[in-house]
């Protein structure tokens, strides 16, 4: 499935036990508090939510203090840390079977208003990822792109919008 | 013609580019003058459009001889938890918009709210700031919607030569993408299955009544809909079937296209979306704004299947072509 929230190189080593490399789920920036569940399950065993952080750089979020985060932005090129604290750190070259489930709530795409100032309905965005991961210590490399295309034709001014 | 950078949304997330390498890359191939972006996407400090963020725009525009075409606005209304915004900040957030729009040189901007009270507030700084605003319209609504009319009258009411439409070809494709069609195969989908999608999809039923109507096939089937993951819903939701002639009703309010597409084949055309038809409407009913290629396969399609830069280069070639068969005068 495409738009996932990890990749084969998300998994990474941390000496609080592991660390996801996490890819917002969607094509646009969002804020923290549009994140309304990250739950994940290591090897068949359930994650506790306390047992849970978000990292970008230096900032550190427990998942309960995401929803206050309305001014702190998922920028769509950041790659935040989901780090788990877990008795046995994970080491270079394991293999883990990782679910992430991961919930949106869309900010942008109201589905019905509030009522008496209380927050409306907004379309969620459902992920599920289900992965057999390897501990890796860097991203994946980024592909080559290929550029052979033929000369675009000259511009033509008059195609330009008349537009004030 | 030109394109949105929201085609390149899935490699831009991966790091391929930074935003100045995108800019370098769509050069490289040959596509422009024009240049969208979805201001959400794109901007490290959104909502601000900040002078950072200016002076690399201005630069890579002086570089490579670009023209603004659309500013992509969003209004996030639900951004707390707790409430959603009230009209004083929808009013102070759009606000905000428009000035990153004005800022970075677009004459446009697009939005998707259409409230009456709202855009009442708006009309005089989209003024002040020489802005056109331009609703999006795309599948699975056309511009004989009722969603549509309503933004229609309320643009009747305001009666304002700011206002206008962006048509999306999502609304008039005439079969389902071979990219969407690809991704429910590889999410389980046998060619029975894959039959019937398209066959309930080319109904009139409402999107609802379709959507549920093949999710209960699939329970029928013994298939867990969840296994298509948000393809069940995207697939009713992200591709509208009305005719393309429907466009000419609104032409004169159309200010801009999202010349949306999925697919370019080896004859070079778009196999579910009629690019000579909808040229042909366009050219015909006097259209001049841009056209901005809107790849949007990375819905389905895993993240290096296709290069989208390189199909937007053959689908201009697509749309040039259809123009040269337009009948002349």
Known sequence: MPNGLIHDDSLRAHPDGLALRLTIPWYRSLWLSSVTTLALTVDGEEMDAADLRVEFGDTSYRLDELPEQSERLWFLQEHPLLVARRDHPVALGETHDVVLHGELRLPYMQIAPGQDGGPGMYVPNVVHDVKTLTVVGADAEIPALVSDVTPPPPRRRTTRSSWG | ?????????????????????????????????????????????????????????????????????????????????????????????????????????????????????????????????????????????????????????????????????????????????????????????????????????????????????????????????????????????????????????IMPQILHVHAKFYDIDDAGREPAIDYPELVRVFVESGYRGFWSSEWEGHAFAELGEVDPLLLVRRQHDLIRSAMRTVPVG
């Open chain 2, 1 to 249: 013609m030109g394109l949105t950078l929201y085609s390149a949304s899935a490699e831009f997330r991966a790091g391929y580019f930074g935003f100045d390498g995108l800019l370098d890359r769509v050069a490289e191939l040959g596509i422009g003058p024009g240049i969208e972006i979805v201001a959400s996407q794109m901007v490290p400090t959104y909502p601000v459009v900040g002078d950072e963020f200016v002076r690399t725009w201005r630069a890579a525009f002086d570089r490579h001889g670009f023209v603004e075409s659309s500013f992509g606005a969003n209004l996030d209304m639900g951004r707390r938890r707790d409430r959603d915004m009230t009209p004083d900040e929808e009013f102070a957030f759009s606000t905000l918009m428009f000035e990153g729009a004005k800022k970075l040189g677009f004459p446009l901007v697009r939005i998707q709210s259409a409230k009456p009270e709202l855009l009442r507030r708006l009309l005089p700084i989209a003024e002040r700031l020489e802005l056109k605003l331009a609703y999006e319209i795309h599948a699975p609504m056309g511009p004989n919607a009722e969603p549509i009319l309503r933004v229609r009258e309320t643009y009747a009411e305001l009666d304002s030569p700011l206002l206008g439409f962006v048509a999306d070809f999502s609304s008039t494709m005439h079969a389902m993408s071979p990219t969407l069609l690809r991704a429910v195969r590889r999410a389980g989908l046998d060619d029975e299955a894959v039959q019937r999608l398209q066959d309930i999809w080319a109904t009139d039923a409402t999107m609802q009544a379709r959507q549920q109507e093949f999710i209960a096939y699939l329970r029928g089937r013994d298939f867990d809909p969840g296994r298509l993951g948000a393809f069940a819903h995207l697939a009713f939701n992200m591709h509208g079937h009305v005719d393309p002639r429907e466009w000419a009703d």
